[in-house]
């Protein structure tokens, strides 16, 4: 038989127990020590503070599962689900740390010895990335694990500007920092896309599992790097790209969990087609959405109830696009916590609470989504290429279409939205409406998006309001 998800998370961190870590368990998708993050993307956001020197914990080596969030944030990964074989929106994030204790050898060896002895992963199809200027890391691969040079590719400063690379992290524009190293699996040559550092790595044949990242230097205001006095090493795997390997199968969205969600999404949705890349996007929005429920956040017009909005909406469409013109989103709980309410009792426990406020925001949003499809269909029914701005503030202000979900929309058609167009419409209702002075602030934030104030990837203007 092959690993199920659950056998994966055990064997991870067991093997991480077995080597001196002390097992933590995740975190809440709202991260509680730090207002400005979005989401926990990652499996490091829990142990900021330790590596920023102002945590202390009694363990200076951990591991975790961590439930990750991608949307809306940092590492917006709304706009690949359904279109890639690797990236959710929800997905988990195997990860072990050292806090100034072990360094790259014990975490480059520890990584290879877990992928090749324990979960048996063929050697000849890994390959490692380093980062260009990392000799050290690059001499561990090639002469202390073995990986023959032509694995061992050397990522340079691609984003123009020393230390702008894949391959090195920065927490933030000054402090902890360093080079990464990753690890890919080689799916075959049937599957289109070249090696990291290619052209075209952005195909799913090498498939990114692990990111080993190597915190050893301090940056300052002017862009210099000192050295760490304790460095750390961070690191995360997908727990699904790790699982499609081991399932023998290509994509995240073949894996045990995912069959069962696809095939509940077609079930709700009356589809024979189990390919149908709209049932990928309903089984990703359905673990992300309900996650965000059991972690508090809940629909609304601002900040993170928005982005839950806008995933739970992108949904309702893809059902409404498979046909579906009544709420059946709400009814794949049950699923979801068959596959996952074991590893996540928390989540499970609150199903009732979960069905309830997908279904009150399916009944909501079908009010007007038949008609803002209608409208959004006649606004390209004469072969345009764009959308017009105001046709996609007018479906947003009265319809409750977000504008990404326009945009997924006309994506599917190969069309685009005018999106300087749909800012200048909402600029000017808003001036209209501070001009009329009796600006009604309820109506205002029914559907202007009013939440949808981001200011850069993972920030917010204001803190988000906690809900
Ligand atoms: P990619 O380049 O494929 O988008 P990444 O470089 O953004 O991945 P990291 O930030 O390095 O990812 O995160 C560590 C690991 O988490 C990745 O190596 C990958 O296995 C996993 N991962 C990252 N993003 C996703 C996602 N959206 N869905 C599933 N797994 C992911
Ligand atoms: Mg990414
Ligand atoms: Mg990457
Ligand atoms: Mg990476």
Known sequence: AVASVADIRKTFLDFFASKGHTVVASSPLVPGNDPTLMFTNSGMVQFKDVFLGTDKRNYVRAASVQACLRAGGKHNDLENVGYTARHHTFFEMLGNWSFGDYFKRESLMWAWELLTEVYKLPP???????????????????????????????????KG??????????????GPCGPCSEIFYDHGPEIPGGPPGSPDEDGDRFIEIWNNVFMQFDMKEDGSVTPLPAPCVDTGMGLERLAAILQHVHSNYEIDIFDVLIKAAARETGTADLSNPSLKVIADHIRATSFLISDGVIPSNEGRGYVQRRIIRRAI????????????????????????????????SQAQRITEVLKAEEERFYETLANGMEILDAALADGAKVLPGDVAFKLH?????????????CRER???????????????????????????????????????TFVGYDRLEAPAKVV
């Open 317 to 348: 469409r893809h059902g409404y696009k498979l046909g579906q013109k009544t709420p059946f989103f709400h009814k794949l709980v049950p699923d979801l916590v068959k596959m996952m309410g074991e590893a996540y009792p928390n989540m499970a």
């Open 161 to 174: 500007g020393r230390y702008k690379s894949d391959n090195f992290w920065m927490m933030a524009d000054t």
């Open 397 to 409: 202000d009265t319809y409750g279409f977000p504008l990404d979900l326009s945009g997924d929309v």
């Open 414 to 452: 190969g069309l685009t939205v005018d999106e300087a167009g749909f800012h200048a419409a909402m600029e000017a209702q808003k001036a209209k409406g501070r001009a009329a002075g009796k600006f009604k602030m309820d109506k205002a934030l029914e559907y202007s998006g009013a939440g949808n």
């Open 124 to 158: 000849e199809r890994l390959l490692a990335t380093v980062y260009a200027e990392d000799d050290e890391a690059y001499d561990i691969w090639t002469k202390e694990i073995g990986l023959p040079p032509e694995r061992v590719i050397r990522i340079g400063d691609n």
